[in-house]
């Protein structure tokens, strides 16, 4: 049986204020070692599809760092991991 509990996540914005998230999934590049994950604030677009959202995690402080992806390789990457994410269901 698959655990089915959702797993949340508070987003401090650059303003102070608080938005609650659902994680979807997290997962590390090896060869990197670079953290990423997935999550969603349950929005949908037009077609009805769940927005979600895709940050790299630093962990260098003392509180971790959500970062935008920047590098068209590194998109490359992620994408193919949400590729094969979305086939498994």
Do not use: C, H
């Not at 204020?17 to 999934?25: G, K, L, P």
């Not at 940050?55 to 068209?72: A, F, H, I, K, M």
């Amino acid at each position: 049986m698959e655990n089915t509990e959702k797993v949340m996540m508070s987003i401090i914005q650059e303003d102070g204020s608080i938005d609650e998230v659902e994680v979807v999934t997290a997962f590390e590049f090896k060869d990197t070692g670079k953290e990423y994950v997935v999550y969603t604030k349950n929005e949908k677009d037009e077609n009805g599809n769940v927005t979600v959202y895709v940050s790299r995690v630093d962990r260098s402080g003392s509180t971790p760092q959500l970062l935008g992806v920047e590098d068209e390789a590194e998109w490359n990457r992620i994408k193919d991991v949400l590729r094969k994410l979305s086939k498994k269901d």
